[in-house]
């Protein structure tokens, strides 16, 4: 693992990841996610993308749009989609959490759809707290639950691990897991030379889609998973489908509006405002 940045003024850092941070959508949950360039995969929590195969994605650098879900890890909280087009995000890179010590500085960095840009500063106060045999660092940054995906960075500008809000122990304590866990993800997601995959829960091998028959079993135990193509398209209804319509009467794609549940957003065209459903 790199390590770019050498700057330990906090300002710094934060704007190093303003345009490098992901607003993640979908008819269910808001999220954030960030972009590493060195595996050109946009990274965020499993559970903010649940139930999708695409999911609408918006920065800094480049316009609305949807994207393909890539990797579901309901093990990890982890899931990986695809880059935007036409995008100019900057790079950053994952830390090693071994070199971590508690007391240490961090920043929690979020974006998400119903707030600005957010970073909140804090210590690591347990590197050791784990999960069903997963480590998490515990800290005492402050967290919205939209920042859910967002990258927790050490005082050199690296992630080291990723914010979660799997684990709520309580009010000012927050949970990453840690930038190990996510290269092991990384490389064995890897080993699918970029097909579609998902960790089983019961055995935590990955099974992906390849040229063979697709079913919603995990190729290794059979035991039930959700494989991503064959996940069900959203289907509004009610009042949902009743406002979808009107957006699209209006001409926009309602699948780019949707802003988490029952929210939309739509940007009219000649005078660059946005109105809020």
Known sequence: MNDQIKDTNPREIIKRFEDNL?????????????????YNLIITNEHVIRGNKNVMIAGKTFNKQIVSVLYLDETYDLAFISPPNDHNMSAVSLGDTSTADEGDSIIAIGHPFDLNFTATQGIISNLVHQKDDISYIQHDAALNPGNSGGPLVDK????????????QDGHNIGFALTSDNIL???LDFAKG???????????????????QKITNYCTFCGASISMISLIQEYEPYGL????????TALGYNPAICRKGPNSWSLQRRCHRQYFIL
């Open 156 to 167: 050199t500008g690296n992630i080291i691990g990723i914010n979660t809000f799997i684990i």
């Open 193 to 211: 030379n970029g097909v579609k995959g998902v960790r089983c829960a019961s055995c935590r091998n990955i099974s992906f889609e390849t040229e």
């Open 240 to 247: 949902c489908l009743t406002v979808e319509e009107m957006i």
């Open 184 to 186: 092991k993800c990384l």
């Open 22 to 38: 992901i607003q993640i959508a979908t008819p269910y949950s808001t999220g954030t996610g960030f972009f590493l360039k060195e």
